[in-house]
Each structure stands twice: as C-alpha cells, then as structure tokens.
T-cell receptor, first 114, second 114 residues
Framework: AQTVTQSQPEMSVQEAETVTLSCTYD???????LFWYKQPPSRQMILVIR??????QNATENRFSVNFQKAAKSFSLKISDSQLGDTAMYFC???????????FGKGTSLLVTP | DSGVTQTPKHLITATGQRVTLRCSPR?????VYWYQQSLDQGLQFLIQ???????AKGNILERFSAQQFPDLHSELNLSSLELGDSALYFC?????????????FGQGTRLTVV
C-alpha cells in the first residue's frame, strides 16, 4: 500500500513571504500522480496542483509550484507571495495510474499572518 | 463550484440509526469515490464505483454500503450508527478517460451521531 507522509502538522508564514510544505510518499509504482489539495475553513476540497510522475518538469500554477524528486519520493509545495486566503489545511495525495482512489497524507495546517 | 453535489449538507441522527448520503457526480464523470474525514483518522478512502460497478474498496466498515445508479448518482448507506461514525463524508468524481486523473470533490455531508 502507498503511504503519504506530511511531517509538518502546522506551519505559519507572513503575508507576501514564501513557504514550503513537505510531502514524502512510498510506492513501488512507476507511473502515478501526485496532488496538493487545499481545504479552507469552509471544508471544501480544492485542487491546488497536480504532477504526473512521468513528467520531469515541475508543475506550476500561478503562485504555487512543486519540487518533485521522483528518486527521493519527495513532493513539496512552494507557495510564493503568501496571501491571507491561503490559510487552510493542505493535503498531499497520491494516486496510482489514473482512475484509482486518492491516498492522502495527514495534512499541514498553514496559517498566513498579516 | 466543482460540479459535484452532495446532499444533505448536515445530518444529525441518533446511535443505532441508518442514514443515506447522496452524491451527484459531475456531468460525464463515470467514477464516484467516497471518503471519510474524521479528526483521528484523517481522510480515508471508503469505496469507488465506476459506471455502476464497484471498482475498489478501502477502509469501509461492513455496516456501510454504497451503490451507483444508472444515472451515475451514488448513495452511501450507513447503518447501526455509532458515535465514532461522526465525520465529514466526501464524494468525489472523475473521468479517467479524460486522462487528467483529477478528482473533483463535493462540499461534503457533515454527519453527527448523538
């Protein structure tokens, strides 16, 4: 079974600063997908960014980018120019080839302060 | 709006009772997933249906069951409810054939067992 580990239960960052959230995973698969989901206080699960394992290029979505290290099985999320609205729980998730269920980490609670 | 609709949003019921949670996936999505989010267990995959057929099972209790109907909506049935079943239940849908692997989440049903 695949395991996803987020070693930072809580983090804090000041507005406009940069923060990096860590995620490691364990799998014997070669093809898979990795995701970061954001869960604000509203509890809605919102996809932040997606990475296909066969792509070497790190995914980027506006202020959000990832550092994907396949050999190290590491998938960190960098949030640049942090905004108050980024305050949320962030979940790292693993998916076997497309169509399978997501396997989530325990989450990192991020607080952005003024 | 993710396009995935879950009803009801909130549900309060007594121990020993049975409830049904409903999910309408995004238009065209054939896969439906159910997840349970609780404070102690985090986000756990329960069960997946694909085009009416059960595809995968996760940590779903025997007291819980699900089905997907010909119109692709899905229902999660929880019976003999216990206090520990209190949680946020998410439904997600995806279209693996689209090749994106992205799962879209509903807003969840907050179940409180008293």
């Amino acid at each position: 079974a695949q395991t996803v580990t987020q070693s930072q239960p809580e983090m804090s960052v000041q507005e406009a600063e940069t923060v990096t959230l860590s995620c490691t995973y364990d799998t014997s698969e070669n093809n898979y997908y990795l995701f970061w989901y954001k869960q604000p206080p509203s509890r809605q699960m919102i996809l932040v960014i997606r990475q296909e394992a066969y792509k070497q290029q790190n995914a980027t979505e506006n202020r959000f980018s990832v550092n994907f290290q396949k050999a190290a099985k590491s998938f960190s999320l960098k949030i640049s120019d942090s905004q108050l609205g980024d305050t949320a729980m962030y979940f790292c998730a693993f998916m076997r080839p497309s169509g399978y269920a997501l396997n989530f980490g325990k989450g990192t609670s991020l607080l952005v302060t003024p | 709006d993710s396009g995935v609709t879950q009803t009801p949003k909130h549900l309060i019921t007594a121990t020993g009772q049975r409830v049904t949670l409903r999910c309408s996936p995004r238009s065209g999505d054939l896969s439906v997933y159910w997840y349970q989010q609780s404070l102690d267990q985090g986000l756990q995959f329960l069960i997946q249906y694909y085009n009416g057929e059960e595809r995968a099972k996760g940590n779903i209790l025997e007291r819980f069951s699900a089905q997907q109907f010909p119109d692709l909506h899905s229902e999660l049935n929880l019976s003999s409810l216990e206090l520990g079943d209190s949680a946020l239940y998410f439904c997600a849908s995806s279209s693996p054939s689209a090749g994106t692997a992205e799962a879209f989440f509903g807003q969840g049903t907050r179940l409180t067992v008293v």
